[in-house]
Structure formats: C-alpha cells, structure tokens
C-alpha cells in the first residue's frame, strides 16, 4: 500500500513526518478532504480572514501529489469570521 502525507502550510507548516497507508491516490484525496474538514472544525475561532492555507499532500518519496488550498475571506465589511 502507498505511503502518504498531509503536510499543512498555513504561516506555521505542520508537516506529517508519521503519513498513512491507504490504498490509492483515491482514498488519499477522500482522507485530505476530511482532514481538512476536522482541521476547520477544530480551528474554527481562529482568525484566518483573507490569509490563505494549503494542504499538501505528498507520497513516500516527498513529491506533492495534490493540494487543497483554503482561504476565508469576510463579504460584509466590519463582520469579523470569528
């Protein structure tokens, strides 16, 4: 089974040195969607407005293979994404 990683890279880089063995890129994409998913839930109160974040997803040999990019940006003026 291949070997992957979810490394995050938002100002302060997490980078996933343990990875995960799944079966294909297929589940690998389905697994980054719903980390990302968890990582917005837990992080919810923190103030990310108009500053962009990825996650990269990358294989054993370290070569990104696909990324998710997120960024929250506020549509009404003086409304805080808190």
Do not use: C
Not at 14 to 43: F, H, N, S
Not at 55 to 80: C, H, W, Y
């Amino acid at each position: 089974m291949p070997h992957y990683h979810f490394n995050v890279h938002d100002g302060v880089g997490t980078l996933d040195r343990e990875g995960m063995l799944l079966a294909d890129i297929g589940a690998a994409r389905r697994q980054a969607m719903l980390l990302a998913g968890a990582l917005l839930e837990a992080d919810a109160n923190r103030q990310r407005d108009g500053k962009p974040w990825l996650m990269e997803l990358t294989n054993q040999a370290g070569e990104a293979l696909f990324r998710l990019d997120f960024k929250i940006t506020t549509s009404v003026p003086g409304v805080s994404a808190r």
